[in-house]
């Protein structure tokens, strides 16, 4: 198969946020049981955003998704070196195909099946939790309510990005406090003319280390400003 038909078959993929969330719910399932059976002192909850990076990559890519870390940004491409300019947390491609390299994309080192950037889902991720090891999270509301829109409005400003979601991950002690907070968020994200979507959200029992007993996903579709 040639590599244009490869990049017209990768351009057609329908993204669906309610697929990707399903996908993150079965693994985050997966991942609280074995950390049950492993009868663990820690859960999901006490790891910071970072440290859950690997795993949603992990979740991501078993269920034959693309996932790349850290890539940066098409509009700080034009910054020479690689080490520079903003990045988002994950970029997913269909069929586990590999995300092109601008660097490389008219050379022969290019992969046959390589993803064109504005063709991927481009995904920023937020975790905030209730309950940390310190206690209460006193800077639970500020995160929810104001960092996260800094994220949003990252993935609307890059024209070159056509496919994008902010992921919030909410560790709280009940899902009706997370269904409370998140559409709490949602309205001042909408008052504030944010361009998000209906989430698709799914919530994940967890054992009651903290505080926290759940662990609620809600992927929010992010159009262009």
Known sequence: MSTQTDRNLARHHQWSVADIADVLEAGFLSAEAEL?????????DARSEVELHPLLQEILEAASIGATREVRYPSESRRRRQTEGRRCDLVLTPDGNPLVEPQQKQTLFAPN???????????????????????????????????VRKDVFKLAADQSILHAGLLIMLFVASEDVAEHDLRIWQERCLEQTLPIAAPASRVVPITDRLGNQCCCLSLYPVRHL
Request: with cysteine; hydrophobic share 35%.
């Open 113 to 147: 099946h390589a993803v064109e950037l504005e063709d991927a889902f481009w995904l920023e991720v937020k975790c905030v939790a209730q309950f940390t090891s310190e206690g209460p999270n006193s800077s639970y509301s500020s995160d929810l309510l104001s960092t």
């Open 36 to 44: 049950r059976r492993e009868q663990a002192v820690q859960g999901l």
